[in-house]
Nanobody, 124 residues
Framework: QVQLVESGGGLVQAGGSLRLSCAAS????????MGWFRQAPGKEREFVAY????????NYAESVKDRFTISRDNAKNTLYLQMDSLKPEDTAVYYC?????????????????WGQGTQVTVSS
């Protein structure tokens, strides 16, 4: 069992930066693929990025590539998402998720545990 709590969301101007954190509880954090997803009002939940258990494999959505960086600290049971050059279209609720597998996935239904989400709003 893994419990996830996101933090770090807020209101920022276009071009600005935010760093999201996801604190995980549970002894299996270090063996899970971790991912970030987001959902804007009226839209489906979409993949943002995932990272393998040891950080050796990363994957990003095209829309955030070269602007967002996913990382993890297994000693602290924490997942991060550094978001730079933010755009208004990045506005959404951001969720962290854990997958009990060694293999990453871009599909939200492949993830087993979810946080409650944190709101990110980018003003133009």
């Amino acid at each position: 069992q893994v419990q996830l709590v996101e933090s770090g969301g807020g209101l920022v101007q276009a071009g600005g930066s935010l760093r999201l954190s996801c604190a995980a509880s549970g002894r299996t954090f270090g063996s899970n693929v971790m991912g970030w997803f987001r959902q804007a009002p009226g839209k489906e939940r979409e993949f943002v990025a995932y990272i393998s258990w040891n950080g050796g494999s990363l994957n990003y959505a095209e829309s955030v590539k070269d602007r967002f960086t996913i990382s993890r600290d297994n000693a602290k049971n924490t997942l991060y998402l550094q978001m730079d050059s933010l755009k208004p279209e990045d506005t959404a609720v951001y969720y962290c998720a854990a997958r009990a597998s060694l293999f990453g996935s871009t599909r939200f239904y492949d993830y087993d545990y979810w946080g409650q989400g944190t709101q990110v709003t980018v003003s133009s």
